[in-house]
C-alpha cells in the first residue's frame, strides 16, 4: 500500500461527529526484526491486510459511551471538555456490550451505501494502521523528542487523559495511536509471534488476557511505539484503557459480493 504524507481516503462520520477512514488492503512486517524491541514482538512477520476495513479517526469518547451505554466509567471526568476525552476504565466485557448496542441500533443503517458491523481491530489491523508505511518505532521517526508532537505519555501528560485529536494525526490520518490511552485489541494475549499471525485476531489459548495497544498517558515513550504491545485482563480496568472502533463492510445495499463493494470504495478514492 503506497501511501506517503497526508492522504485523502474514503471516509464517513457517525451521530456523535466520529470519523472512520478507510483503510486499504496492503502488506507490512510486524512486530521487531532482529534483536530490537521487546521479545514479546518477536519474531516479525509479514502480514497481508487482505480486507479494507473502516478505523476510526480518534479513540471512542466519553460522550459517545455515555450516549450509547447511559453512563460514563471514566476517572477524567471533570472540566467542560471531559466529553471529548477518551473513555477509560471499560474492561473487555464492557467493550463487548457497548458494541453489541452500537450493532444492534445500526443493523440496518447504511454508510457510504454499505452495510456492517462494529468491531474492535485486530493486533495486525491496528499496527498495520498506526505504521502508515512506516518502518521505525513510531511513524514520525525513531527519535524520542519529536513524541511530544505526536502522542501523549508521562513525560507530556501533565497527569491526566486529554481532549482526543489534539496532537498531529500520521500519514493516513489517524490520531492519538501513540499515547493517550492503550486500546484494546481483539486478539488473545501470546507472549510472542510464533507461528505468525493473520489480519484476523489471534484466537489460540484460553482467552483470559487480550492484546492492549498504543500505550498511554501514564507510560514512558517506548510504551507508545508503534510496535509496542501489551495485555490486559478480561476484567481489568484502568485510567489509561479504552477503545477504538472499527466499522467493517459486510455487503453493498444493492447486492453483490462484499469484496466487489469494498473494491468500489476504494476506486472512488
Known amino acids: 500500500m503506497a501511501m506517503s504524507g497526508q492522504v485523502s481516503t474514503p471516509s464517513f462520520t457517525d451521530v456523535y461527529g466520529a470519523t472512520y477512514r478507510l483503510v486499504e488492503p496492503g502488506a507490512f512486517v510486524l512486530?521487531?526484526?532482529?534483536?530490537?524491541?521487546h521479545p514479546s514482538e518477536r519474531p516479525a512477520c509479514r502480514v497481508e491486510i487482505g480486507e479494507p476495513f473502516f478505523l476510526a479517526e480518534r479513540p471512542v469518547t466519553q460522550a459517545q459511551w455515555s450516549d450509547v451505554?447511559?453512563?460514563?466509567?471514566s476517572k477524567?471526568?471533570?472540566g467542560w471538555s471531559a466529553g471529548l476525552r477518551p473513555v477509560e476504565q471499560v474492561n473487555f466485557y464492557e467493550v463487548q456490550a457497548f458494541l453489541e448496542h452500537l450493532n444492534l441500533r445500526d443493523a440496518n443503517h447504511p454508510y457510504l451505501g454499505l452495510v456492517g458491523?462494529?468491531?474492535l481491530p485486530s493486533e495486525a489491523e491496528w499496527e498495520y494502521t498506526a505504521r502508515s508505511g512506516?518502518?521505525?518505532r513510531w511513524w514520525?521517526?525513531?527519535?524520542?523528542?519529536?513524541?511530544d508532537d505526536h502522542g501523549w505519555h508521562a513525560g507530556n501528560s501533565g497527569g491526566s487523559t486529554r481532549e482526543v485529536g489534539l496532537k498531529k494525526p500520521n500519514d493516513w490520518g489517524f490520531y492519538d495511536m501513540n499515547g493517550l490511552v492503550n486500546e484494546w485489541c481483539a486478539d488473545h494475549w501470546s507472549r510472542n509471534y510464533n507461528g505468525g499471525r493473520t489480519q484476523r485476531p489471534y484466537a489460540e489459548g484460553d482467552g483470559e488476557k487480550y492484546v492492549v495497544r498504543g500505550g498511554s498517558w501514564f507510560t514512558e515513550s517506548d510504551s507508545t511505539r508503534s510496535g509496542a504491545r501489551s495485555f490486559a485482563a478480561r476484567d481489568k480496568r484502568s485510567d489509561g484503557?479504552?477503545?477504538r472502533l472499527v466499522w467493517e463492510p459486510l455487503e453493498p445495499m444493492n447486492?453483490?459480493?462484499?469484496?466487489?463493494?469494498?473494491?468500489?470504495?476504494i476506486d472512488q478514492s
Do not use: Y
Open 31 to 37: 512486530g521487531a526484526e532482529g534483536h530490537s524491541g
Open 69 to 73: 451505554m447511559g453512563g460514563n466509567p
Open 76 to 78: 477524567f471526568q471533570d
Open 117 to 119: 458491523r462494529w468491531r
Open 134 to 136: 512506516h518502518e521505525g
Open 140 to 147: 514520525f521517526g525513531d527519535k524520542d523528542v519529536e513524541l
Open 241 to 243: 484503557l479504552g477503545l
Open 255 to 265: 447486492g453483490g459480493g462484499v469484496q466487489g463493494a469494498s473494491s468500489s470504495i
